[in-house]
């Protein structure tokens, strides 16, 4: 059965002369997406992205690894920002085998109380991160601060031997990634930033079907995020009992701007500079993650944004339309192609989130969990210049009617897949229990934060910032 559909595959992609134009290596990646497609749509034209999500998670007897663990050992954590992600991740962390919580440190109390709640009495908590990174008990921090503070703790737990999963963005302002990446090679210890669609099958499965030759080759990506309600747009609720006595205003201000106690500002920190890093460092980040893993780039040499406070005006300092443009020059593992990226918080007509790959011969749409491929198979057009075009890339134009083959594949994950988010923490402690390496370590965070925050930048200065993605260094004009 499947040798004959990948016969018949072949077989009609064959009749269309799609090889005549192509070169060598083109031709084998074709190849290569032929022989996968069949495989994947034996039976229907529906495929199957699930994989490894269940294999990653098999715990196989290994030598003990460099960071003093065995394959089966337990590995312990501790949660630093114990607010909306901290306790998602930890609820995600804990789902892993082997992994245990030992203690929890956030700067408002309410936090530290409904850390007892959730997780028992036996959790220590505390206020101070440091006390948290005295202790010789805890191998590993999950940090999901508000952005400002990831920086410092970072660097801080990697110092005290801990290894760390730190939130996206990684860094709070583009001066800030160097430190990390310097103290991550230093400390030896693993380091993954958290944006978690990067383990996701949908993007593993992307990043192969553009090796493959899906979509031709790459020369335009687009991606946005779509919302329309308070908590989207980041007005989140304020405890009753916040106060001063109740949580730590001082040490939150500590790295930054001194003011007086504000309550908004604490618990609504991403519309505000001084913590958070916007739309693009909250939002884009996740799709630079997504594309820089599926395309292996560095990131894009040329950033421009725009935008404006259209709505949500409640004192923020950040717009609520933000749109991003990003050069991406020819690099050894994509040609040059462009990235556009848009960011609406009053959108009325959607609550989506969206990334689509462009090539000269179809296109990608990605999530987390399936990826579509369309392919553009048609010649139709009746413009001379056009046809002549065709002419010369071998490519037939005219006559007979040819028979077609699909033009739009989905592949999805299995069901009952755990997601991203599960198989990002799998590949975190995996990383730790047998001495491997992630994906998204200290060098792809940082260059998957930094055009997002140079939208920031760009933004605010009202001019276009080049970047040199590959020394991750500022290029003057
Ligand atoms: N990967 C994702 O999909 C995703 C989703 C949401 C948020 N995030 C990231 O997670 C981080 C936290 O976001 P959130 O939505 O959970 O915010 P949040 O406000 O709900 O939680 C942050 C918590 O950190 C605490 N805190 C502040 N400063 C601290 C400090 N110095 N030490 C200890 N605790 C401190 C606060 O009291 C609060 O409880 C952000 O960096 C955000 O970008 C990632």
């Given at each position: 059965m499947m040798a004959a559909v990948l016969k018949y595959v072949g077989k009609i992609f064959e009749s269309q002369n799609?090889?005549?134009?192509?070169s060598k290596k083109e031709q084998a990646s074709r190849r290569g997406f032929l022989r996968n497609m069949a495989a994947a749509t034996a039976a229907l034209a529906v495929g199957n992205v699930a994989m490894a999500a269940e294999e990653k998670n098999v715990w196989v007897q290994s030598i003990r690894s460099k960071n003093g663990f065995d394959a089966n050992d337990q590995i312990n954590i501790a949660l630093i920002g114990a607010g909306g992600m901290g306790v998602q991740d930890t609820i995600t962390a804990l789902q892993v085998p082997g992994i245990k919580l030992v203690a929890v440190c956030d700067l408002y109390d309410g936090r530290l109380k409904e850390a007892k709640e959730r997780w028992g009495s036996a959790i220590a908590t505390t206020r101070s991160y440091k006390e948290i990174l005295a202790?010789?008990?805890?191998d590993a921090v999950i940090i999901a601060t508000p952005d400002h503070w990831h920086q410092q703790i970072s660097i801080d737990s990697l110092k005290a031997g801990k290894h760390v999963y730190c939130e996206?963005?990684?860094?709070?302002?583009?001066?800030?990634?160097p430190a990390v990446i310097k103290a991550q090679q230093e400390s030896g210890k693993i380091f993954q930033v958290?944006?978690?669609?990067?383990?996701?099958l949908g993007n593993e499965k992307a990043k192969e079907l553009l090796k493959d030759g899906a979509?031709?080759?790459?020369n335009y990506a687009e991606g946005f995020w779509a919302r329309h309600s308070p908590l989207g747009a980041w007005q989140y609720p304020i405890p009753d009992d916040a106060s001063p006595a109740t949580l730590d205003w001082e040490a939150f201000i500590s790295n930054t701007t001194k003011r007086p106690f504000d309550k908004t500002r604490f618990f609504r920190?991403?519309?505000?500079?001084d913590y958070g890093t916007g739309m693009s460092g909250d939002l884009f980040v996740h799709l630079f993650s997504s594309l820089h893993f599926i395309t292996d780039s560095f990131g894009p040499n040329k950033v421009y944004s725009s935008g404006g406070l259209r709505y949500?005006?409640?004192?923020?300092?950040?717009?609520d339309v933000l749109l991003g443009t990003f050069d991406y020059g020819v690099q050894k593992a994509h040609p040059a192609f462009n990235l556009s990226l848009r960011c609406n918080?009053?959108?009325?007509?959607s609550g989506t989130t969206f990334l689509k790959l462009v090539g000269s011969e179809g296109s990608m749409d990605i999530t987390w969990d399936d990826v579509t491929v369309k392919r553009n198979t048609e010649v139709t057009s009746d413009d001379p210049f056009f046809l002549e075009q065709m002419r010369k890339a071998g490519k037939e134009v005219g006559g007979r009617k040819r028979i077609l083959p699909p033009q739009e594949f989905k592949f999805s994950a299995e069901k009952?897949?755990?997601g991203g988010p599960y198989d990002h923490f799998v590949n975190f402690f995996e990383a730790i229990r047998k001495n491997g390496k992630v994906a998204e370590d200290a060098v792809f965070g940082y260059r998957a934060a930094a055009p997002a925050l140079l939208c920031n930048d760009s933004f605010r200065q009202d001019k276009a910032i080049i970047w040199n993605p590959e020394k991750m260094e500022l290029v003057k004009k």
């Open positions: 799609y090889n005549q134009s192509m202790r010789k008990d805890i996206k963005p990684m860094v709070h302002s583009i001066g800030e990634g958290g944006s978690q669609g990067v383990s996701s979509i031709g080759e790459l920190w991403r519309n505000y500079t949500w005006k409640d004192g923020r300092e950040v717009p918080f009053v959108d009325g007509t009952g897949y755990k």
